[in-house]
């Protein structure tokens, strides 16, 4: 009995920080992560460079990173992501589902190990499938995607207004270098 008397102590600490967790601060503003309602996954295909994105430890410090997306005959998506880092070109191969195109077409999955999938939820596509703002389920991971390497000043404008719109950080963007 002696030697699980500190796991009497230690629950009353973990159900308090559990409890404190669980509640937002008073000024926290929830993010809108809604996606796409329609979804042509064959016109989603092919290369998309990477405008702007939250910073996270799987990019970091990387430049030129292109996305390029591939439907292959089975459905999926085979997705290979490059981008230049400390002057050298690293890529990375994964795959890609869309679980329920019927009720969610714009919420995706992507894994680049194993079997571990991540979110990939296309909230904002213009008609002609030219630009396109991509999120996660949690609000730390954002993109702006183009189909050319830089984005219209007035098509950029309108994805700053959507983004802040949603409840995101604008000041958590990080701007892609993409030319020379």
Do not use: C
């Not at 796409?36 to 295909?45: F, I, Q």
């Not at 999926?76 to 992501?81: A, S």
């Amino acid at each position: 009995m002696k030697k699980y008397i500190h796991y009497l102590y230690a629950f009353p600490i973990l159900a308090a920080l559990l409890a404190h967790s669980s509640f937002q601060s008073p000024d926290y503003t929830p993010v809108d992560r809604q996606t796409v309602s329609s979804l042509n996954v064959e016109r989603y295909m092919g290369k998309w460079y990477e405008i702007a994105r939250f910073n996270h430890s799987f990019e970091k410090g990387m430049t030129h990173v292109v996305a390029e997306y591939t439907l292959l005959p089975d459905g999926k998506i085979q997705v290979l992501n490059q981008g230049m880092k400390n002057g050298e070109m690293k890529n990375i191969l994964g795959k890609a589902k869309q679980p329920d195109p019927e009720q969610s077409p714009g919420q995706l999955k992507v894994s680049f190990f194993l079997w571990f999938y991540s979110d990939y939820n296309i909230m904002e596509l213009d008609p002609d499938y030219q630009y396109a703002l991509v999120g996660s389920s949690s609000d730390n991971y954002l993109w702006i995607l183009s189909r050319t390497p830089e984005m219209p000043k007035k098509k950029l404008d309108d994805y700053l207004r959507i983004i802040q719109q949603r409840g995101y950080d604008l000041s958590k963007l990080i701007w892609v270098k993409q030319g020379n």
